[in-house]
């Protein structure tokens, strides 16, 4: 081979190279850079009824300040996440559609998949690790009552005798007659963001 040959070759491949990453990675970058965020107009929120984010708990809102943002905290700190997802997976994924009371509100026409506008409001989207334990986007209305909630949280076995959860003992105590344990705050709030799980929300198109 001929040095012309050579450096000939190399162009080539060198080309081979680059106009992919051009066309496949300079170019939408360059594209996508120059986007800006748009609100929502009243009518485009008007249309998806209950408007985007309107499930979930508002930053500014009394709810949030007395339990549902703390709780979301404790969520955190507690590990939930490594078990549980927030996420309701696209058909293709997994049968989350199917399954009682994870998709939303069939009833009202609100059974779907996860969507982007869900995480509206939340400093971060609690995706999760991997789903240990069932899904939780949705927990708030298949689980409805504070009572109930606290049960599962201090005795998850007594609802489900082949739960792997453990028991969130430490954060209650003792009832004074010792027959039974009392929610400390950190129980309340956490239960307060738990039943606030309702990402079920009509989205504008």
Request: include cysteine; glycine fraction near 12%; charged fraction near 25%.
């Amino acid at each position: 081979m001929n040095s012309n040959q050579f450096w000939k070759n190399i162009l080539l491949l060198g080309l081979a190279f680059a106009l992919p990453w051009i066309f496949l990675i300079v170019g939408p970058f360059a594209k996508q850079s120059q986007a800006e965020p748009r609100a929502y107009s009243e009518a485009e929120i008007e249309a998806g009824g209950a408007g985007v984010g309107a499930s979930f708990p508002d930053p500014s809102s009394e709810n949030y300040r007395n339990g549902a943002g703390a709780g979301a905290k404790i969520y955190e700190a507690e590990g939930c996440a490594y078990c549980h997802t927030q996420m309701i997976r696209p058909t293709y994924a997994g049968p989350d559609r199917w399954r009682p009371g994870w998709a939303g509100r069939e009833e009202e026409g609100l059974l779907r998949e996860t969507e982007p506008e869900d995480y509206y409001g939340e400093g971060v989207a609690k995706l999760g690790y991997q789903r240990i334990g069932p899904d939780l986007s949705n927990v708030g209305y298949r689980i409805t009552s504070r009572e109930e909630m606290h049960r599962h949280l201090v005795d998850p076995l007594s609802i489900n005798a082949d739960s792997g959860m453990p028991a969130y003992k430490h954060l209650y105590t003792p009832s004074p007659r010792g027959d039974g344990w009392a929610p400390t705050g950190r129980a309340e709030a956490l239960v307060t963001y738990l039943l606030s799980r309702k990402k079920d929300a009509k989205i504008p198109e």
